[in-house]
């Protein structure tokens, strides 16, 4: 290796990285095509191997430029929080945050993590509920923000992704094959309870509601324990279950969506930060997935 690493060349290649795109990171990072390809090719140059992958695709990283980004993330974000306590400009206050305990466990520690490198002066606070729940809460000024699963069609928010929704049991049981149905369900308020037991009555399906919780952590583990069939999502669905379909006479997926949705505008500057974060996470786990 020949000098030493600069930290614009890492963080054009971690937006390089991010976007799998050198059009797309000169948009992120406010500079032409051919600077960033400048750019990369100089960093390459002082690590004496290719760091991207380039073919008829997006962009990719090489093992060595995976070796390269384990370092140069939590280079860059020291100095964005060194940046940060110095500026002026430093954001302040509070952002109140809701969304289901599924997706805070898969992506709430990264959208915090960010966040709080980029304004370390910002408070959050979090709230775990069913959609229900949250819309509520925003509806009564009690959250800034909510990531929510949408019910089909419904209108309005920013899509953060696509998960639909499914009737799901144990591999290792034939509990959705008992004359009486045993099915685990959110309280009241939710739109999945309502569409569960709409369709069991569609079905014209004998049932009974053999657990109820607003945490679909633990309904996620009663449909896995075999203690009865329940609704979740795709990313949601434990690798010891599988979607229950036509041929079990069950309905097909419904189309549901990941929805980013705020208070009345207009916001207050941390929380149109958060708003940025959750939207850059969201795009970033699509494209690694």
């Known amino acids: 290796m020949q000098g030493r690493f ?5 963080r054009t290649f971690v937006a390089v990285v991010d976007t799998g795109s050198f059009s797309k990171a000169a948009e992120k990072i406010g500079r032409t095509q051919s600077a960033v390809s400048m750019q990369i090719k100089r960093l390459e140059a002082m690590a004496g191997t290719a760091l991207l992958v380039r073919g008829n695709g997006p962009v990719t990283v090489s093992a060595s430029g995976e070796k390269l980004l384990e370092d140069a993330r939590p280079v860059l974000a020291h100095l964005d929080r060194a940046a940060a306590n110095f500026s002026p400009e430093t954001l302040s206050g509070s952002v109140r945050i809701g969304l289901l305990a599924e997706y805070g466990a898969t992506y709430l520690p990264g959208i915090l993590g960010r966040f709080a490198d980029i304004n370390p002066k910002v408070e959050v606070a979090v709230t775990c509920a069913h959609s229900g729940r949250l819309y509520q809460l925003l509806e009564e000024d009690a959250l800034d923000l909510a990531i929510v699963l949408d019910r089909p069609r419904q209108k309005g928010g920013r899509v953060l992704m696509r998960d639909p929704t499914f009737w799901a049991t144990s591999k290792a049981h034939l509990v959705h094959e008992r004359s009486v149905l045993p099915v685990a369900v959110f309280g009241p308020g939710c739109w999945w309870r309502d569409w569960a037991l709409g ?60 929805t980013l949705r705020t208070r009345q505008k207009p916001l207050p500057r941390a929380v149109e930060a958060m708003t940025r974060v959750i939207i850059d996470d969201f795009k970033q786990d699509l494209r690694a997935g």
Do not use: H, W
């Open 6 to 10: 600069e930290s614009d060349l890492l």
């Open 199 to 258: 369709s069991l009555e569609r079905m014209r399906r004998t049932y009974r509601i053999a657990y109820t919780s607003d945490n679909n952590f633990n309904l996620k583990a009663a449909v896995s324990g075999g203690l009865a069939v329940g609704v979740l999502t795709r990313s949601m669905l434990p690798d010891d279950c599988r979607p229950l379909s036509a041929q079990d006479g069950f309905p097909e997926p419904v189309n549901s969506n990941v």
